[in-house]
T-cell receptor
Framework: EPEVTQTPSHQVTQMGQEVILRCVPISNHLYFYWYRQILGQKVEFLVSFYNNEISEKSEIFDDQFSVERPDGSNFTLKIRSTKLEDSAMYFC????????????FGEGSRLTVL | DAKTTQPPSMDCAEGRAANLPCNHSTISGNEYVYWYRQIHSQGPQYIIHGLKNNETNEMASLIITEDRKSSTLILPHATLRDTAVYYCIVRPLNTGFQKLVFGTGTRLLVSP
């Protein structure tokens, strides 16, 4: 069964460092997303991406965050200068359609900022 | 904010049906009801969705009341692996992108 894969599974970084989280969405999917979940809290939408551009972003997704699809398979989330409050599980997701159907989530990348 | 209300926790015996309720009294005519679950800290997993008719797939059944103000997710024969947090989400189908708004969900504990 096709799946969304994410790397790394866990990353520890120092405050102020840049972090790149990587995702390989399902191959024929066209819509890509990042969500995050701070420990013990709700899953929160960060950004959606389609046709090589951001289609929607949340208030959380400020100038410190960026997304990119550098080639035909990878989808990345970059945090330029990490803060303690960026510590969370980051989930990549993809879907074939934008309107309906299901969203396929990866297993997540746990980011710990010290 | 999430537009749904769910009980914070439920218990179910293994092999029995798990019936998870969801209240969405302010649902609009173009909004669908989606159910996802999250096992431990894994990525959320899609279960089922519907508009107004009851739906069934290999994982579960979704029963939506006639006035669409509430729904019930049914896991017909719960197993230990169904222990998870279950999220009921309403979203318009005609929007381009799947910005899911997760609430706190129902933590289902399936016991032997």
């Amino acid at each position: 069964e096709p799946e969304v894969t994410q790397t790394p599974s866990h990353q520890v970084t120092q405050m102020g460092q840049e972090v790149i989280l990587r995702c390989v969405p399902i191959s024929n999917h066209l819509y890509f997303y990042w969500y995050r979940q701070i420990l013990g809290q709700k899953v929160e939408f960060l950004v959606s991406f389609y046709n090589n551009e951001i289609s929607e972003k949340s208030e959380i997704f400020d100038d410190q965050f960026s997304v990119e699809r550098p080639d035909g398979s990878n989808f990345t989330l970059k945090i330029r200068s990490t803060k303690l409050e960026d510590s969370a599980m980051y989930f990549c997701a993809s879907s074939y359609t934008g309107g309906g159907g299901e969203l396929f989530f990866g297993e997540g990348s746990r980011l710990t900022v010290l | 904010d999430a537009k749904t209300t769910q009980p914070p926790s439920m218990d179910c015996a293994e092999g029995r049906a798990a019936n998870l309720p969801c209240n969405h009294s302010t649902i609009s005519g173009n909004e669908y009801v989606y159910w996802y679950r999250q096992i431990h800290s894994q990525g959320p997993q899609y279960i089922i969705h519907g508009l107004k008719n009851n739906e069934t797939n290999e994982m579960a059944s979704l029963i939506i009341t006639e006035d669409r103000k509430s729904s019930t997710l049914i896991l017909p024969h719960a197993t230990l692996r169904d222990t998870a947090v279950y999220y009921c989400i309403v979203r318009p189908l005609n929007t381009g992108f799947q910005k899911l708004v997760f609430g706190t969900g129902t933590r289902l504990l399936v016991s032997p």
